[in-house]
């Protein structure tokens, strides 16, 4: 792998691992308010519709993959599931951490995971989850192979992410207000406007919906299907390991 993406810019692997985590520490602490102002508040409904498709269970083990400040694992929590909250970014860790126990919310295991090269054993979790994360990842196929990897057989897999929107019209003002916009409020609410950007310009070099489904069944995944929300804008992937 000679050059990757860091948005608009094309740089060694190295590089956008290290450049990614200084992003995510920087937004740490104001991560979850700049999703709010990003999409409006329709983060939490698309959040809410995506652990309604986990179906998380009492008895299950769920690994959720990039979950730092805990936003997915939380709304998994009164299912019963033993859930993993796994992140490459110690301070994304820390405020779910600080969440979670100002929330009353138990039980969860936190851990400091790189998603390329999880610690994890073999078949080891029922349930894979990232949201919002796996475009940040830096080799995204050994990602899905690593997510392979540890599900059991008849695993699920599931992947919240932006993509390209197809509906006409929707697709040009929604890039106009990400690209002008957001980096501006992100100067105004969290005083970083290069980050934002970063994340916007993330999200148009990630892979539209059809590549990405591709990806995954690469990976090993079976009855790979794709949920468009938006005509697309955003995305819910998954897969079975069967």
């Known amino acids: 792998m000679d050059k990757v993406s860091f948005g608009y810019e094309d740089v ?6 290290r450049r990614v985590g200084h992003v995510f520490s920087q937004v740490a602490s104001r991560y979850d ?3 709010d102002f990003m999409s ?19 008895g299950e083990a769920i690994l959720d993959m990039a979950g730092g400040t805990g936003d997915i694992a939380f709304r998994m929590a009164p299912s019963g599931a033993s859930i993993t909250v796994a992140d490459i970014n110690d301070e994304m860790l820390a405020v779910g951490i600080d969440r979670a126990q100002s929330q ?12 390329e090269k999880l610690t994890f054993p073999d078949r080891a979790f029922d349930a894979y989850t990232i949201a919002f994360g796996i475009r940040n990842v830096t080799d995204i196929p050994a990602a899905l192979a690593e997510a392979h990897r540890v599900l059991r057989i008849g695993g699920r ?4 992410e932006f993509s390209t929107s197809t509906w006409p019209g929707f697709k040009q003002a929604y ?9 501006k409020i992100g100067q105004a609410v969290a005083g970083d406007e290069d980050s934002y950007r970063y994340l916007v310009e993330s999200i ?8 990405f489904a591709a990806m995954i069944g690469k990976a090993g995944f079976a009855r790979v299907s794709v949920q468009p929300i938006l005509g697309g804008a955003v995305a819910i992937h998954s897969g079975w390991k069967i």
Not at 175 to 183: K, Q, T, W
Not at 204 to 211: E, Q, S, V
Request: proline share 10%.
């Open 33 to 35: 308010v700049m999703n």
């Open 204 to 211: 148009r070099r990630f892979p539209d919906m059809p590549t």
């Open 12 to 17: 060694p692997p190295e590089e956008k691992t």
């Open 157 to 160: 897999f599931f992947c919240l």
């Open 104 to 115: 009353g919310i138990d039980g969860l295991v936190w851990a400091e995971e790189n998603a």
């Open 40 to 58: 409006g508040g329709m983060h939490r409904l698309w959040k809410n519709q995506f652990v309604r498709r986990i179906k998380p269970r009492k």
């Open 175 to 183: 890039d106009l207000y990400s690209h002008r916009i957001v980096p």
